[in-house]
């Protein structure tokens, strides 16, 4: 359909001895952009370095630094606090650096990821180090953590933005979006399991309370906590987290290397570039964008109640419902449970539209955040509970990044004169999100501070157990109900979508036009 309508535009405006070459140059120009199934695969796996990292640092980062660094919950929320604050300002500025990049022989993107990944690599990994002393320790892990998320954010905005130069179809992109949300999904499983399963076999032991010490000893014997019944002590711990660390870093090179060699980047297409604009213009241009703007505030929220939830669970396994040896496999299962249902998220959107499933994906995880904090401590209701959310989870994985496309073609077609902003959209979407997570992060581990938290402890003061039930439950469905209510304002549903793209697409074929013409005089000179 499209194609008709192209050939008839180019017919009606073609020169009288418009000869057949150009016909085929535009056909070549319109067939450029498709996506074979290994594009998109190696498109995807680059995605998988965010998440693998992500997910370790977001799951187990908290309980690293109270119970295997040995920090004060203070210093902890400190360095949450700061990592992500920071990885949040780095955002726009980077963003801001990649979309006044020049054109290389490798394209504008691809060059950022090449070159930031081994610096990434070897911070990350100095992130799990206890250092050999006291005094710095805390430096020592505000620096590293800020230094990877400096590096990690110049991977990863141009991989975002990438979504926009891979293809100029919208089909396209959406189809490459689920194949990267997919892989991305199954990189959160592999980091939890990575993770999860080396530090599950030399888990921490705890330091027990004196009422505990009593019990332990009734039988005329004394045991030593610093070591566990399986010989396990803390620094094998502390060698275990290394060792996963490391596992996460060789993966992450060879998805870097697939991407870069797999993908080929497309120049812009539509429009002529224009000229770079200084960076407080463009941050008033993309933020005063207001479908932009009411999408990232739609996220932001439920973002942050994910995150929340994410940052706390681990805690909130091993302390409240007391499954200290079962907490990673819980963790796997509302992973394995995503990566399952994001497929059936991708159905849905397309038959239902994004709008929709934003509702359904987000509502359909309150129950069970609710139930899990209500129901006695169970096992197998856990996992049971826990296989059912991620279903849920799996929805705020896919549909914010195949959200921001849309807002990219509406912005397009509002201002058809201004272009090269792809990376500063996805930053800011970004830097938006971390900077809440960052603030949650460190006023939740603060909280615990305040609570009474112990570092090591086998049992944790009651109000400890409380304020980790609101930080997992309560105040997620809390934050999730506040976007739900923005997204009803939301303006880009699927006839609006469809606008957008039968606009782009005019205009495609109309620059097409202009070039297969200024082709053919060229040849004529």
């Not at 905005?157 to 999904?185: C, G, N, W």
């Not at 979407?429 to 938290?453: E, M, N, P, Q, R």
């Not at 469809?498 to 606009?503: G, R």
Request: hydrophobic share 45%.
């Amino acid at each position: 359909m499209a194609k008709g309508e192209g050939a008839e535009q180019y017919s009606n405006a073609s020169l009288l001895n418009k000869s057949v070459s150009s016909d085929g140059f535009k056909l070549a120009r319109k067939h450029e952009h498709r996506l074979t199934v290994c594009n998109k695969l190696c498109y995807a796996i680059g995605g998988a370095p965010y998440q693998i990292t992500g997910c370790a640092l977001g799951f187990f980062l908290q309980l690293y630094l109270l119970d295997v660094a040995q920090l004060d919950p203070f210093f902890a929320s400190i360095i949450l606090f700061a990592g992500r604050a920071w990885d949040a300002v780095t955002d726009p500025t980077v963003g801001f650096l990649v979309s006044r990049s020049p054109w290389t022989r490798i394209g504008r993107m691809l060059p950022w990821i090449l070159f930031s990944t081994p610096l990434a690599v070897l911070s990350y990994f100095l992130i799990w180090y206890v250092p050999p002393f006291e005094h710095g320790k805390v430096i020592w892990y505000i620096f590293f953590y800020c230094l990877f998320q400096t590096l990690q954010t110049c991977f990863h905005v141009p991989y975002s933005a990438l979504t926009m130069f891979i293809s100029s179809e919208q089909k396209e992109r959406d189809s490459a979006t689920a194949y990267r949300m997919t892989v991305e999904v199954l990189g959160t499983v592999l980091g939890t399991a990575i993770q999860g399963q080396i530090v599950g076999m030399a888990n921490a032991p705890c330091l027990p309370g004196p009422g505990e010490i009593v019990a332990d000893t009734s039988n005329g014997s004394l045991v030593d906590h610093n070591v566990s019944d399986h010989g396990i002590s803390l620094q094998h711990t502390r060698n275990a987290y290394m060792i996963a660390s490391g596992v996460i870093c060789l993966i992450y090179i060879l998805c870097a290397i697939v991407l870069f060699f797999g993908v080929r980047e497309q120049k812009e297409s539509c429009q002529i570039r224009t000229e770079p604009m200084p960076f407080f213009q463009g941050i008033r241009l993309v933020v005063g964008h207001g479908p932009y703007a009411k999408l990232v505030m739609v996220f932001l929220f439920t973002s942050l109640g994910f995150m929340l939830l994410e940052g706390n669970f681990a805690l909130f396994c091993s302390s409240t419902l007391g499954f200290r040896k079962d907490f990673q496999n819980i963790l796997l299962v509302i992973m394995l449970s995503a990566t399952i249902a994001v497929p059936f998220w991708q159905w849905f959107l397309t038959r239902f539209g994004k709008k929709m499933s934003v509702y359904v994906g987000s509502m359909s995880v309150i129950p069970f955040l609710i139930l899990v904090v209500c129901v006695k401590s169970n096992l197998y209701v856990t996992y049971v509970v826990s296989f059912i959310a991620g279903v849920g989870v799996a929805s705020a994985f896919l549909l914010p990044w195949s959200m921001l496309p849309d807002v990219l073609d509406d912005f397009k077609v509002q201002n058809p004169d201004s272009t090269g902003h792809e990376a500063l959209f996805y930053s800011f979407y970004v830097f938006f999100t971390k900077f809440a997570s960052g603030v949650s992060l460190g006023v939740s581990t603060l909280s615990l501070d305040f609570a009474g938290y112990i570092s090591r402890g086998c049992s944790q003061p009651k109000e400890v157990d409380l304020t980790l039930r609101v930080l997992v439950s309560a105040a997620p469905v809390a934050l999730i109900l506040i976007g739900l209510g923005i997204l009803y304002s939301y303006p880009i549903d699927e006839e609006r979508r469809q606008y957008n793209h039968k606009m782009l697409q005019e205009m495609r074929d109309s620059e097409a036009d202009s070039e297969s013409e200024t082709t053919e005089i060229s040849n004529v000179i």
